[in-house]
């Protein structure tokens, strides 16, 4: 009677070890935040650039994260009625490498003349989010 009692009580033990064990495979942990943001270098267009209406824009940035960039949304955005909502040139991309280059450019007489805002919002694998602003204008 003693050692079937000693039996259930080891194998009660070793099934509460092993479930508790399993824990970390149904803790999600690898999407939430670390804490890390995404790194932006952003070496074109500078703050406060003015474009005349026949040139060509550049837009280069180098952006990278230890655990990769899941998403990268780049806009320009008019200005000319104090909203941040109307954008008018941009693309969202979901980049398979780390670092991440972007490298374009858009036709300044593609825009009428005014006051622009380039935003690159960007988030990782863990939902860090990062976002970079340049004010630029067309002339």
Known sequence: MMQKLLLQCLTALILIISLTSCEDLFNNSDTKPDGSA????????????????????????????????????????????????QTVWGYKKHPKTNPVIVDTTIKASSLPQGSYLLRMSLTDNRTNSKVKEVRFSIR
């Open 38 to 85: 995404p790194y932006v270098r952003l070496d074109a267009p500078l703050n406060n650039s003015v474009f005349m209406s026949g040139k060509t824009i550049p837009i280069q940035s180098l952006i990278s994260d230890k655990d990769k960039i899941k998403e990268l949304e780049v806009q320009v955005v008019n200005l000319a009625d104090g909203s941040l909502n």
